[in-house]
């Protein structure tokens, strides 16, 4: 049976609220489909991966493509900020392809099942939560049901038994079933699919890499903290699950051989989470004599000197660290659990160990006035990370910041604008999604645009890349000032 992963299309511009961009950069692999396609081809799953933003195709050639090919299933998956682009290609297919099952999972589809499900009928069945196992489950059934889609969406006893998943039964209401138990084992799971993506297209943001090629991975599922912005808790979790340190450097070996792979852009949501793995990863990575760069993902209280400095010897190169604010009160609000002191720390020890800081800062928070985000752009440049990223809050569905922005100010329901550039959502302490905006550009402004900051790229350049790298990412600023 032939299986289609769908990554569906989204411009740059739509990423990042339309601002001018050019082409620098910042594609991501659709990382959970390539595990996905890996695992069910295990089992006599013919199967392929269609990125289509990475590939530039819009939604007529995704069409030809499954007219010339015709998948009895497609998989589709969706950020937030990509659900309506999500919906209208499933009822494309649905209108053009009657017959090919479609499935839905992904963040958005895990936060809000239900609503999902009710509000669009190109839709046939939706996965919750990891996907690995359910989606399996459902393609096995739909085979033993001889592939016939029109049958197998009647048989809603068959289907009540597949954990994970929302369906309609014969009345159209929609039904959701029990969760199902999360995968504890991970180094039981084949690696990601590489070989159905396109690798050499993806390219992090200018700021984010330091040696092509790059590739993308994800080694801990989970994350125990329980910021109120953050909606990766539905999809894993909070409890934590790793890869073994020695299978995730068994793939790091795996991308240098085939793929010539110099660096690793590592998208756990806090790798640094437990210290013994880490010092495993980090120590069978020096024996091995791996010789890659990485980056990853931390939280300030979750560092110390001692163990940055073991991460730097062993090829990190770059931190990402949610900072979000320059105000405790304003931390507090968002559940972070973190002190402006911890984040000094932190930003201190990374720097003396040799690692360069990605930093992010969230504006218009809950209970946040211009005169607070201006403390918090003072903050950043007291900081002075090698990278600032100044977004606009974003609250998602889901999250308990959605329910917190219903109370402290308003807030739009137009998913399509949920991208972390566009205004969604104006706390009471600001006068309008115009004077947002104004704040984001002035933050971008005032700490790119500094004499020391560009003096500072400028004695780190080392070799024509790394201009190529700080052009693209003077472009990037100037699309956010301008």
């Keep these: 049976m032939d299986i289609l992963l769908l990554f569906p299309p989204l411009s740059v511009e739509e990423r990042y609220g339309n601002r001018k961009l050019g082409d620098v950069g910042g594609h991501l692999p659709p990382f959970g489909l390539a595990c996905i396609a890996s695992y069910i081809r295990e089992y006599s799953f013919s199967v392929s991966i269609i990125d289509a933003l990475a590939e530039n195709m819009e939604s007529v050639q995704v069409l030809d493509y499954i007219g010339k090919h015709q998948p009895k299933v497609i998989g589709i998956t969706a950020m937030t900020p990509q659900f309506q682009r999500t919906v209208q290609i499933a009822k494309d297919i649905s209108k053009n392809f009657p017959e090919i099952l479609t499935v839905i999972g992904g963040h958005h589809a895990s936060i809000m099942p239900d609503k999902t499900l009710k509000e669009n009928n190109g839709l046939d069945i939706l996965v919750y939560g990891e996907g690995e196992e359910t989606f399996l489950e459902?393609?096995?059934?739909?085979?033993?049901?001889?592939?016939?889609?029109?049958?197998?969406?009647?048989?809603?006893?068959?289907?009540?038994?597949?954990?994970?998943?929302?369906?309609?039964?014969?009345?159209?209401?929609?039904?959701?079933?029990?969760?199902?138990?999360?995968?504890?084992?991970?180094?039981?799971?084949?690696?990601?699919?590489?070989?159905?993506?396109?690798?050499?297209?993806?390219?992090?943001?200018?700021?984010?890499y330091l040696n092509k090629p790059v590739i993308h991975m994800v080694s801990i599922r989970g994350c125990p903290f329980d910021c109120g912005f953050c909606s990766n808790n539905s999809v894993f979790g909070r409890k934590i699950r790793a890869r073994s340190p020695e299978k995730v450097v068994e793939d790091i070996k795996y991308v240098k051989s085939e793929y010539n792979i110099k660096e690793i852009s590592f998208w756990d949501d806090t790798m640094t989470v437990n210290r013994k793995w880490l010092e495993r990863f980090c120590n069978c990575l020096i024996e091995n004599k791996v010789n890659v760069t990485w980056t990853c993902y931390s939280r300030v209280d979750t560092v110390n000197l001692e163990i940055l400095k073991l991460m730097k010897k062993a090829g990190c190169w770059n931190i990402f660290y949610g900072y979000e604010s320059g105000n405790q009160q304003l931390l507090d609000n968002i559940n972070k659990g973190i002190t402006l002191e911890q984040i000094r720390n932190a930003n201190k020890w990374t720097k003396e160990a040799g690692i360069e800081v990605r930093a992010s800062f969230m504006i218009a928070l809950p209970g946040e006035t211009p005169e607070m985000a201006k403390k918090t752009i003072d903050f950043a440049i007291e900081l002075e990370p090698e990278y600032a990223q100044f977004s606009i809050t974003t609250p998602y569905p889901g999250t308990k910041l959605y329910d917190t922005a219903k109370q402290s100010g308003k807030l739009r329901d137009d998913f399509s604008k949920y991208n972390m550039w566009e205004v969604v959502y104006v706390p009471y302490g600001y006068k309008d999604e115009e004077q947002i905006l104004a704040m984001e550009k002035m933050a971008m402004r005032k700490f790119y645009f500094r004499f020391r900051f560009i003096y500072e790229k400028i004695k780190r350049i080392r070799s024509f890349e790394d201009i190529k790298r700080y052009i693209n990412g003077f472009k990037m600023a100037i699309g956010f000032t301008t």
């Design 138 to 208: 459902v393609l096995n059934k739909y085979r033993e049901n001889g592939g016939d889609k029109e049958e197998f969406l009647k048989g809603t006893e068959s289907l009540r038994a597949i954990d994970g998943i929302a369906f309609r039964d014969d009345d159209n209401n929609v039904k959701i079933n029990k969760p199902r138990r999360q995968i504890e084992d991970l180094d039981s799971l084949p690696s990601p699919a590489w070989d159905l993506l396109s690798v050499e297209r993806y390219l992090p943001l200018p700021n984010q």
